[in-house]
């Protein structure tokens, strides 16, 4: 696995990366090709707690989590286990389909084990609309209109399906394909 620590309002020491590399390293045999693996770590450091956030990436999929905790190193634990939960949780998705090809390939399915319960996921509800060409001020004008979280929209300025979200920490988020919509 590669690995990217970084400190945000803290120093990353010795032991901090030490302890993410060894806790994260585990999880090496969850995947197919360990080393194609990229896991960004981010630490920060508040007042009265610590965050930390943990992404795991390869050419197929990402797994993320984020844990506040006033200690860091249980924050890192806590992560640790969000992360094989998402595992636990695509595993059993992808057995339902009986289709272990595309995302799941890069998964050693063998190696997660079992929640003593887990609940399906349902889609309560279905939308479909056409993407209006508008700009990310226009999205955000219309994002608030509506009282949404998060607005779909294509771009104006460069052709690309765009989510815009608000931020938790205050702010908006941009989220876009890479591909450019071809009509």
Same mark, same amino acid.
């Given at each position: 696995?590669?690995?990217?620590?970084?400190?945000?309002?803290?120093?990353?020491?010795?032991?901090?990366?030490?302890?993410?590399?060894?806790?994260? %390293?585990?999880?090496?045999?969850?995947?197919?090709?360990?080393?194609?693996?990229?896991? *960004?770590?981010?630490?920060?450091?508040?007042?009265?707690?610590?965050?930390?956030?943990?992404?795991?990436?390869?050419?197929?999929?990402?797994?993320?989590?984020?844990?506040?905790?006033?200690?860091?190193?249980?924050? !890192?634990?806590?992560?640790?286990?969000?992360?094989?939960?998402?595992? *636990?949780?695509?595993?059993?998705?992808?057995? *339902? *389909?009986?289709?272990?090809?595309?995302?799941?390939?890069? !998964? !050693?399915? %063998?190696?997660?084990?079992?929640?003593?319960?887990?609940?399906?996921?349902?889609?309560?509800?279905?939308?479909?609309?056409?993407?209006?060409?508008?700009?990310?001020?226009?999205?955000?004008?219309?994002?608030?209109?509506?009282?949404?979280?998060?607005?779909?929209?294509?771009?104006?300025?460069?052709?690309? !399906? %765009?989510?815009?979200?608000?931020?938790?920490?205050?702010?908006?988020?941009?989220?876009?394909?890479?591909?450019?919509?071809?009509?």
């Amino acid at each position: 696995m590669k690995y990217q620590i970084i400190g945000k309002n803290i120093q990353v020491t010795e032991g901090i990366s030490s302890a993410i590399k060894r806790k994260v %390293s585990k999880m090496d045999k969850y995947f197919e090709n360990p080393d194609q693996v990229e896991c *960004r770590a981010v630490v920060r450091s508040y007042k009265n707690e610590a965050k930390v956030e943990i992404t795991l990436r390869n050419n197929d999929i990402i797994f993320r989590a984020e844990v506040k905790d006033p200690d860091l190193y249980a924050a !890192i634990d806590f992560a640790i286990d969000k992360l094989e939960g998402q595992m *636990r949780k695509l595993k059993t998705k992808l057995e *339902r *389909r009986h289709n272990k090809n595309g995302i799941g390939r890069s !998964i !050693i399915y %063998s190696e997660i084990e079992e929640p003593f319960n887990v609940s399906e996921d349902e889609i309560v509800k279905t939308k479909s609309y056409n993407l209006k060409p508008i700009t990310m001020e226009e999205a955000i004008i219309e994002m608030e209109a509506i009282g949404h979280d998060f607005y779909v929209y294509l771009d104006t300025d460069d052709e690309k !399906i %765009s989510v815009l979200y608000k931020r938790k920490e205050g702010g908006y988020g941009l989220i876009q394909a890479e591909n450019k919509v071809v009509l």
